[in-house]
């Protein structure tokens, strides 16, 4: 590695994309001024006597003489001590990365001006030709990307709130310095709104407590590599020649997400909320991954001559991000002849993506649990508003906890996603088939489809704007899809068979389909799996799980697409270690661990019954 000899001479460039030379770098300078003075005066008086005896013949006579002195003392001290510290911080110039015979080295040739980190790179190829790499920061494009250093502790009152209010960005929260009350900027005006979305003036001495910019500098928007050509050696500005552009990408990002409808999926509190402190906004995400698309230089094919050296470039090339123009610190966006290749279509208010999709329409979707911390499930190839899947292991601990009835049952219970409609059902400790808990059915339990939007209004009605709610389990029409669970009934061992229950797929009062127990009785539980189709208008499908002879228990229940597949994550509700994990055909492999929460074994539940995969203890011995 080789570092700069100085910190004087650095090259640099701003967010406005102006490129800055002989720029000091990483040096900081601190001066400290001590003066002092002093003054001391002392005075000091001495009384003292002398006692002489003279002899008048026989008679002694005493002859006293007084004595008096005084001395006086001054001091008088100052100074003035200037000190200067320099700290030069080291910048790394080039590293070079050695394999066997061959070597390649990477030099840092520009920085960013705010975190120092190097922006432009080069580097050499087998033909030695020098390629550039140009990476774009976040944060030029994106002010809530931005270092929060620019406004936090920045403080305001009704004189200077005109003046100051430049400084203030979108997101940024205030709180008044004696009472603590908190106004949220909504939007470049700047207006004020408090917790409620109630619109609010600067009235009181106010401080900027959290800055809408979240300090996310390392996230990049980009990059661009160029083949012998140094997009900084033209201008002022950042320039890159569209004929020696060899590869391109780019990077939008959001900070929408959305809201549950299901109460008991996220705190309550948030719901009426500004869109700052309920997470609807503030939550930075990538949102499309972009590359361009254009034709590339090739070799005559006829003569079958090729030059792979020069070969390969962008015929053409347009910037994605567009430089500010006059004063204005924004990049603009100009995606002709890009496309993107990966997005993010769903953000929780917790900020975790729960929804993705890929150029070819396949999705990715996640479910999440326990309080919102953990994916419960992951579907491949489907919407996130087309999966269910339920294990009922995070009930106890969640928002809105069941009622306890008994020694094994919870009751009481709103499962997630889905709308209750008839019959009844507990949490149940007794049974399960992963985890610690399952659906105890003593009769039959319906339930139906959460649409996004609109189940928002139907649980809160005192919310103004419902639009960002997302809704459970809503399928799409006139498409096939799987329903998959395990079913135990409570009858006298051995359990033979488990097809006195059922699961009834209904379309209004029109049953679609009736899926019994099929395959192997593994413990006491059997698989319940079938397919159904979705009518024209699937607004109105539900679900009957029926109970059999006996007490009937259901678990790890599942719905999604047939050309799609599923798997799912059992954690336990009081450590949140992973115990189960269920395969694409609802199998579960169980994991164990010991007190220490080392893992110990390894289950895998087959056709043929639950076998141990891998078994490992360790233990030490006791010196003698």
Partial sequence: ??????????????????????????????????????????????????????????????????????????????????????????????????????????????????????????????????????????????????????????????????????????????????????????????????????????????????????NLLSASAGQVVTWNKNPLSNANKINFNPKRILNSSAIEYFDDAVMYCDLCNILSPRYGKNDFLSGIKGNWKPKKTWFYLTERTSGNISSGITNIREQGLFIKYKDFWTLPVHHSPYWTLDSANWEWKEKVNLVDADGLIIETEDRIGRKVASLLGYKNTLITAQTYNAGYNEVFFDGFEDYVTSYCPPIKEGEHNFINIKIKRIKTTGGSAAINTYQSHTGKYSLKVSDYFTFTIMPPDSICEYYYQEVESCTKCIGGFFPEKNKKYVFSCWVKVDKPQPILSCSDASAVILFGITTLTTLKPQGPVIEGWQRIEGTFNTPANSNDISITLKKGDATTYYDDIRIFPADANMVSNIYDDLNLRRTFILDENNYFAKYEYNNQGELIRIKKETEKGIITLRESNNALTKMQ
């Fill in 1 to 214: 590695m080789e570092y700069f000899p100085n910190n004087d001479s650095i090259t640099t460039i701003d967010r406005r994309g102006e490129i800055h030379r002989n720029t000091q770098m990483g040096l900081s300078v601190e001066y400290t001024i001590d003066g002092r003075t002093s003054y001391d005066k002392s005075v000091t008086d001495v009384f003292s006597g002398n006692l002489n005896l003279s002899m008048f013949g026989i008679v002694p006579i005493p002859i006293i003489v007084p004595l008096f002195s005084e001395m006086t003392e001054e001091k008088q001290f100052q100074s003035i001590v200037t000190n200067k510290v320099i700290h030069r911080n080291a910048l790394l110039k080039s590293k070079t990365v050695y394999s066997q015979t061959a070597s390649i080295t990477t030099e840092n040739l520009a920085f960013d001006k705010v975190t120092g980190e190097a922006l432009l790179t080069k580097t050499g190829n087998e033909f030695n030709d020098t390629l550039y790499l140009f990476k774009y920061p976040a944060y030029w494009m994106y002010e809530g990307m931005g270092p929060s250093f620019i406004n936090t502790k920045l403080k305001l009152n009704t004189s200077n709130s005109q003046v100051f209010g430049q400084f203030l960005k979108v997101g940024d929260e205030l709180r008044e310095t004696t009472s603590g009350k908190r106004l949220w900027v909504v939007n470049d005006t700047p207006e004020f709104v408090n917790e409620n979305k109630i619109i609010q003036s600067i009235t009181g001495n106010y401080q900027v407590y959290n800055s809408g910019a979240k």
